[in-house]
C-alpha cells in the first residue's frame, strides 16, 4: 500500500516544479499590482492590478536560479544551520531524554504518575514540538514508551501517539518553533514570534483535545483490551516481555537539571527580548549560539564534543537549508518573469469570499494538501508565504492569520503516508500504515474542526 502511494523526492518535486514554473514564464502573462503604505506596512492595493510586459525565464535562468535562491535566503537558512547546531549540543548532553526518562521511571512509584502519564509526557512531547520544533527526535522514544504502555496496560498505539502525536501537534499549533512559525512570520514580514498569547491558547486547546482524546481511548482499551486494532501485535510483545532503556536508567543528574534550567531560561529571554525589543533572526539566532556554548560548558562537553555535536546538528538540516533554496528560486523565477502578480490576480478569486473566515479556511485547506507533498515545515513557508503573505491581504486576511493556516496544515503529518517521521514510527513500532489511518481519522476531524474555530476567531478578533 505505501509503495503504491509513496511521492517522488522533496527535490525532484521541487526541481520538477522550477522547470514548469519558467516554462510558463513564456506563457503566462506579466502583471504587477501598485502597493501603499499603511501605518508603515507596504501592502498591495487590491484595485491596481494591470498587465505588464513579461521577462520569459531560459534554461540559463532556470540553471542560476537554486544559486540566488540560497543567496537571497541566506538570513533564513543560516538562522536554520546555527539553530539546528545549538539544539544538536542540547541534545548532546543528554539533557531532555534524562527529563523523560526520569518521568517515565517515576510511574513504578506512584499511583499518582501511572494516571498522569499521558497528560505531562504529551505536553513534554508538545512542548518540544512548539518549542524548539521537535519531530524525527520523537522517534527512539518510540521504543520506551510501547513498553510503558502495555505495563500500563494499554497498547501499542497508546506508546505510540504519547511521543509521536505529542510532538507533531505541538509542531503544528507551535508558539515558538524556530522552524515553521519563525520562518513563515520572516517571510511573511509579520515580525518573528508576535502573537505569542493568541498561539498559546491554541496550542493549549490543541495539546488538551489531544490528551482527552487518548486518555478516553486508553482507559477504553485497558477495560477491554481486545478492541486496540494491534492487540494481536502487543499480545506478542506481552510474551517477549521486551526490555527497554529504563531498566539501566538512574535517573536526571545536577548536570541535565543545569542544562534544563538554561533551555527555560534562554526561552524566557528569546520571549522577553521579542516582546520589548522586537527582536528579528538575527538576535535570536545569537541567543541560541550563545545558549550552545553555555550548554555545552555546563553539560561538560569537551571543545571536540561540543563542535562535532553542533556541526551534526546543522549537517542534519542541510537537506532543510537546500529545500529553503530551490523553494525560494521559484519565487525568484516568477518574480524576474514579472507573473507573481499575475498568479496573485487569478488565486484571489479561488481563495477569496464573502467572509475572510471562509477564506482563511480555503488557505488551510491548501495548505493541508501541499503538506502531503512537501513535509520540510522551513521549506513549505518558504515556498508558500511568499505567496500566501500578499494573497492574504488581497482577500481581508492578516498576514498573522496567513502564517496560523500555514501551521495548521501541519496538523495532517502524523496520519499522510508520504512523511518519512509517519512511515519510520510505524516501521519501528510494526503497525500497519492502514490500520494507523483508521485510528487516526477521529483525532483528525477533532484538528481539522479546532482550525476552522481557531482561524475564524482571529478573523474576527482581527488578530
Same mark, same amino acid.
Given at each position: 500500500?505505501?509503495?503504491?502511494?509513496?511521492?517522488?523526492?522533496?527535490?525532484?518535486?521541487?526541481?520538477?516544479?522550477?522547470?514548469?514554473?519558467?516554462?510558463?514564464?513564456? $506563457?503566462?502573462?506579466?502583471?504587477?499590482?501598485?502597493?501603499?503604505?499603511?501605518?508603515?506596512?507596504?501592502?498591495?492595493?487590491?484595485?491596481?492590478f494591470h498587465y505588464?510586459? !513579461?521577462?520569459?525565464? %531560459?534554461?540559463?535562468?532556470?540553471?542560476?536560479?537554486?544559486?540566488?535562491?540560497?543567496?537571497?535566503? /541566506?538570513?533564513?537558512?543560516?538562522?536554520?544551520?546555527?539553530? *539546528?547546531?545549538?539544539?544538536?549540543?542540547?541534545?548532546?548532553? @543528554?539533557?531532555?531524554? !534524562?527529563?523523560?526518562?526520569?518521568?517515565?521511571?517515576? =510511574?513504578?512509584?506512584?499511583?499518582? +504518575? #501511572?494516571?498522569?502519564?499521558?497528560?505531562?509526557?504529551?505536553?513534554?512531547?508538545?512542548? *518540544?514540538?512548539?518549542?524548539?520544533?521537535?519531530?524525527?527526535?520523537?522517534?527512539?522514544?518510540?521504543?520506551?514508551?510501547?513498553?510503558?504502555?502495555?505495563?500500563?496496560?494499554?497498547? !501499542?498505539?497508546?506508546?505510540?501517539?504519547?511521543?509521536?502525536?505529542?510532538?507533531?501537534?505541538?509542531?503544528? /499549533?507551535?508558539?515558538?518553533?524556530?522552524?515553521?512559525?519563525?520562518?513563515? @512570520?520572516?517571510?511573511? *514580514?509579520?515580525?518573528?514570534?508576535?502573537?505569542?498569547?493568541?498561539?498559546?491558547?491554541?496550542?493549549?486547546?490543541?495539546?488538551?483535545?489531544?490528551?482527552? $482524546?487518548?486518555?478516553?481511548?486508553?482507559?477504553?482499551?485497558?477495560?477491554?483490551?481486545?478492541?486496540?486494532?494491534?492487540?494481536?501485535?502487543?499480545?506478542?510483545?506481552?510474551?517477549?516481555? @521486551?526490555?527497554?532503556?529504563?531498566?539501566?536508567?538512574?535517573?536526571?543528574?545536577?548536570?541535565?537539571?543545569?542544562?534544563?534550567?538554561?533551555?527555560?531560561?534562554?526561552?524566557?529571554?528569546?520571549?522577553?527580548?521579542?516582546?520589548?525589543?522586537? &527582536?528579528?533572526?538575527?538576535?535570536?539566532?545569537?541567543?541560541?549560539?550563545?545558549?550552545?556554548?553555555?550548554?555545552?560548558?555546563?553539560?561538560r562537553l569537551s571543545?571536540?564534543? $561540543?563542535?562535532?555535536?553542533?556541526?551534526? %546538528?546543522?549537517?542534519?538540516?542541510?537537506?532543510?537549508?537546500?529545500?529553503?533554496?530551490?523553494?525560494?528560486?521559484?519565487?525568484?523565477?516568477?518574480?524576474?518573469?514579472?507573473?507573481?502578480?499575475?498568479?496573485?490576480? =487569478?488565486?484571489?478569486?479561488? +481563495?477569496?469570499?464573502?467572509?475572510?473566515?471562509?477564506? /482563511? =479556511?480555503?488557505?488551510?485547506?491548501?495548505?493541508?494538501?501541499?503538506?502531503? $507533498?512537501?513535509?520540510?515545515?522551513? %521549506? @513549505?513557508?518558504?515556498?508558500?508565504?511568499?505567496?500566501?503573505?500578499?494573497?492574504?491581504?488581497?482577500? %481581508?486576511? !492578516?498576514?498573522?492569520?496567513?502564517?496560523?493556516?500555514?501551521?495548521?496544515?501541519?496538523?495532517?503529518?502524523?496520519?499522510?503516508?508520504?512523511? *518519512?517521521?509517519?512511515?519510520g514510527v510505524l516501521?519501528?513500532? #510494526?503497525?500497519?500504515?492502514?490500520?494507523?489511518?483508521?485510528?487516526?481519522?477521529?483525532?483528525?476531524?477533532?484538528?481539522?474542526?479546532?482550525?476552522?474555530?481557531?482561524?475564524?476567531?482571529?478573523?474576527?478578533?482581527? &488578530?
Open positions: 500500500m505505501l509503495k503504491k502511494i509513496r511521492m517522488p523526492n522533496t527535490f525532484v518535486l521541487l526541481f520538477s516544479l522550477l522547470v514548469m514554473l519558467a516554462i510558463s514564464t513564456w $506563457f503566462v502573462p506579466g502583471g504587477k499590482y501598485e502597493t501603499q503604505v499603511i501605518n508603515g506596512k507596504t501592502v498591495i492595493d487590491p484595485s491596481s505588464v510586459a !513579461s521577462n520569459p525565464q %531560459g534554461f540559463v535562468d532556470l540553471m542560476m536560479s537554486p544559486i540566488k535562491g540560497f543567496v537571497e535566503a /541566506a538570513l533564513i537558512i543560516g538562522f536554520v544551520l546555527i539553530v *539546528g547546531g545549538a539544539f544538536a549540543v542540547l541534545q548532546k548532553t @543528554q539533557a531532555i531524554d !534524562s527529563m523523560i526518562k526520569s518521568v517515565a521511571l517515576a =510511574h513504578t512509584r506512584s499511583s499518582l +504518575v #501511572r494516571v498522569m502519564i499521558i497528560p505531562v509526557f504529551v505536553t513534554l512531547f508538545s512542548l *518540544g514540538g512548539a518549542s524548539f520544533g521537535m519531530a524525527e527526535e520523537a522517534i527512539p522514544f518510540v521504543m520506551i514508551f510501547i513498553p510503558l504502555a502495555l505495563a500500563l496496560g494499554y497498547d !501499542s498505539i497508546v506508546g505510540v501517539s504519547i511521543p509521536f502525536v505529542g510532538s507533531q501537534v505541538g509542531f503544528a /499549533a507551535a508558539f515558538l518553533n524556530p522552524f515553521n512559525v519563525g520562518i513563515a @512570520q520572516g517571510i511573511a *514580514g509579520v515580525p518573528v514570534f508576535s502573537g505569542i498569547a493568541f498561539r498559546l491558547v491554541v496550542w493549549f486547546l490543541a495539546t488538551a483535545l489531544t490528551i482527552a $482524546f487518548l486518555m478516553w481511548y486508553a482507559a477504553r482499551i485497558k477495560k477491554n483490551p481486545e478492541l486496540s486494532p494491534t492487540y494481536a501485535i502487543d499480545q506478542e510483545r506481552r510474551a517477549q516481555k @521486551q526490555d527497554h532503556e529504563l531498566s539501566t536508567f538512574e535517573g536526571m543528574t545536577k548536570i541535565h537539571k543545569a542544562v534544563l534550567w538554561m533551555f527555560v531560561a534562554t526561552l524566557s529571554v528569546m520571549v522577553f527580548g521579542v516582546v520589548k525589543y522586537e &527582536w528579528f533572526i538575527n538576535e535570536i539566532a545569537a541567543l541560541f549560539l550563545v545558549m550552545a556554548i553555555l550548554v555545552g560548558i555546563v553539560g571543545s571536540d564534543e $561540543f563542535v562535532d555535536a553542533f556541526i551534526q %546538528g546543522a549537517k542534519d538540516l542541510i537537506t532543510t537549508a537546500l529545500v529553503i533554496a530551490l523553494a525560494r528560486a521559484t519565487m525568484i523565477l516568477a518574480r524576474d518573469a514579472h507573473i507573481i502578480d499575475t498568479m496573485l490576480f =487569478h488565486l484571489t478569486p479561488l +481563495v477569496q469570499s464573502a467572509n475572510p473566515v471562509f477564506a /482563511a =479556511h480555503k488557505m488551510f485547506v491548501i495548505q493541508s494538501v501541499i503538506n502531503f $507533498f512537501i513535509h520540510s515545515g522551513s %521549506g @513549505q513557508a518558504a515556498l508558500t508565504m511568499p505567496i500566501m503573505a500578499p494573497l492574504s491581504d488581497l482577500v %481581508g486576511v !492578516s498576514r498573522q492569520t496567513a502564517v496560523l493556516a500555514f501551521q495548521f496544515g501541519e496538523f495532517t503529518t502524523p496520519m499522510i503516508p508520504t512523511s *518519512g517521521i509517519t512511515v516501521a519501528l513500532a #510494526r503497525i500497519p500504515w492502514v490500520t494507523w489511518a483508521k485510528w487516526m481519522i477521529p483525532l483528525q476531524a477533532i484538528y481539522f474542526v479546532l482550525a476552522l474555530i481557531m482561524l475564524a476567531i482571529a478573523c474576527q478578533l482581527n &488578530w
